[in-house]
């Protein structure tokens, strides 16, 4: 007979959700982890004639709470950091070596002495900037506060937006993106080798999932929940919903859900392309558009020996002719000409985040927290919960801080399951 009781059980397998379950499992609960579909969610990762594709580009931040939590479950994420130095910046239809450094402003042609000279302060500051007295402040905000030249300010939003995924900067908390922008700054990024399939499967195989297995309902009972999951009813003592953005948890949830209006979701359009030949310069960040290409692969082993897979982002989805353009034009300022292209992939509009932490909410403090559900047997988790960093980041810590906190309700009342 198939089992259908647990300690806990936790709706969708996307980061956050198999963080929760393995978290859950790890505290001493049993725990199984649902999904409408294979494992993955937005961390999914497909596979062409040797190529590896994640849904768009996808780096890990090395020093991030996400990279934190995995460590905390046992997983030490591999890969290799792309090269900053290689970067080049877009503007005005140009080409110009990002300035990433003291030595790389004082070289560059893209920016004026003043630019220079004020560019050089913001950057020896950002480090020891306290991040959380900017909670409140939009992102467009505090560059405004910085009383810089044009070609300055389009700098700064091309490094936010690189190291947000934000499309809206007027909306987004300085806050929260000034830390970001440290945690990069400080430790980088990987990308994964064979993609972020690698963090699936490591968490996947560490508790139990059911693929093909799509929640309708969610009904706390007399101490103990109730979920429909297909033609099947379950039962927990605690139900984790991490199912990717706050409107898939409001259709879960009883009650009108608690939480203030988050905005919605944070989107992209993506161009995923595989390439023979290894492109250069292969990583150009837009700077007077909102747009950004990448080698993926080298660095990460995500493509065979030789070739290479390139991702192009466009923040913050519009029309898919107009973004398809946009995205054609910077896989070419990042070498791939058109008969180089082996596959390509076009995401129209993807959800990068479920909502980003914004200014008008006092940012990072203003997100709903784990337990904001208005029911005490349910839980959240997902990269718009909880005070703990963005994207992945958010969606692990706060996937790891459920799956304790439900594991610890159970333990406490005495009545774990196995
Ligand atoms: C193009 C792109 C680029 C990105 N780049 C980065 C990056 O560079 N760095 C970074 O840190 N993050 C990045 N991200 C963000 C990162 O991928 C996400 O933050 C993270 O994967 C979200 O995980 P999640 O588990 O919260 O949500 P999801 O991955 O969306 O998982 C939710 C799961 O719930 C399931 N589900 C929903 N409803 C139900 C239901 N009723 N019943 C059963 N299952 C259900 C869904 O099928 C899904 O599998 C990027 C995202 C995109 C799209």
Redesign the pocket.
Known sequence: MTRDSWDVIV???????LAAGVAARAAGASAVV????Q?????RTAERDGFVFN???????RGGP?MAALRALGIEPKGERPPLHRYQASYAGELHPLPTSAAGLVRSRLLSARAKLRLAALLARLPRMDATALAGTSVEAWIADQDLPPEAEALLRGVLRLNT?AGDLADLDAGAAVRQVQIGVAQHVLYLHGGWAQMIEALGARVEVRAG????TVEPVGGHVEVV?GEERLRARRVVL???TPA?ADG?LPGPPPWADLGGPVT?A?LDVAVRGVPDPGWVVGLDEPVYATLQSPPAHQSPPGDAVLAV?RYGATTPDEDRALLDRQRRRAGVTDDAVVHERF?AR?????AQPRATLGGLAGRPTITATGSPELLL???WVGPDG??????LAS?LQAGRAAARAITDAGTMVR
């Open positions: 709706v969708g397998a996307g980061l956050a959700g649902l999904d409408t579909h494992p993955g969610g937005r961390a849904l768009g580009a996808h780096a890990l931040y996400g995924y297995a799509r929640v309708h999951a991490a199912v990717g898939a879960l992209a993506c982002h995401l993807m959800t990068v985040t479920g988790a997902g990269d963005l994207l992945a980041d958010a969606a996937g």
